[in-house]
């Protein structure tokens, strides 16, 4: 499969623990994309990288989300402390240049109990 | 801020009859609209999208037509089957380089057979 992939697929963990999750992009796609979605909404952008750059966060991340993409190839994204209202499903998408078609992984669904 | 708007939504039609989903975007900067669908537990899936040097686009039984002067764009499905029973999100780039999209708040289709 030479599509978006994401792990783990799904996560559940106690309120106040880290978790990571970790995205590896279609190969060659500078650019890699994190969302959140929760039930009923559409996906929320959260940040972005082309290559190994972060070129926006949203306003909206809390300093508890932190997103690497070190040698511009796969991304991880670890929340400290979660919370409750973390639950989501936590998507990545890629794509090839600026202004491209972004591809989605299968995400990984949170649950913070 | 940025901001999409998508109407209606939900949508429930007979087999076979034609369904249209509108949105509106905010940033006049925006030259990029995909459409995407997403089945209950899976990732969004692009369908269709349009640029903005063209009014309007078709792929079989899907099309999209694009008013830049009003900003806003729509969907078209015609000869509805009951596999095209989904969420169906519209989205525009905004922001910092344009690189993040925006999506609307989803319209659930049904088609009933």
């Known amino acids: 499969d030479t599509g978006v992939s994401q792990n783990p697929r799904h996560k559940i963990t106690k309120r106040g623990q880290n978790v990571t999750f970790r995205c590896d992009p279609i190969?060659?796609?500078?650019?890699l994309y994190w969302y959140r979605q929760t039930l009923g909404q559409g996906p929320e952008f959260l940040t972005y990288f082309q290559n190994e750059a972060q070129l926006e966060k949203s306003r909206l991340l809390s300093d508890r989300f932190s997103a690497e993409r070190p040698k511009g190839s796969f991304s991880t994204l670890e929340i400290q402390r979660t919370e409750q209202g973390d639950s989501a499903m936590y998507l990545c998408?890629?794509?090839?240049?600026?202004?491209?078609?972004?591809?989605f992984g299968p995400g990984t669904r949170l649950l913070v109990l | 801020g940025e901001n999409v708007e998508q109407h209606p939504s939900t949508l429930s039609v007979q087999e076979g009859d034609s369904a249209v989903i509108k949105c509106t975007y905010s940033?006049?900067?925006?030259?990029?609209f995909p459409w995407y669908k997403q089945e209950l537990g899976k990732r969004p899936q692009l369908i269709i999208d349009i640029r903005s040097n063209v009014g309007e686009k078709k792929d079989q039984r899907i099309a999209v037509t694009l008013n830049k002067t009003a900003k806003h764009f729509s969907l078209h499905i015609t000869e509805t089957q009951p596999e095209d029973s989904a969420v169906y999100f519209c989205a525009a780039p905004s922001g910092n380089q344009g690189g993040k999209l925006i999506f609307g708040q989803g319209t659930e289709l049904s088609v009933k057979p």
């Open positions: 940033d006049s900067a925006s030259n990029y």
């Open positions: 998408a890629s794509s090839q240049n600026h202004a491209e078609t972004q591809y």
């Open positions: 190969s060659e796609h500078n650019r």
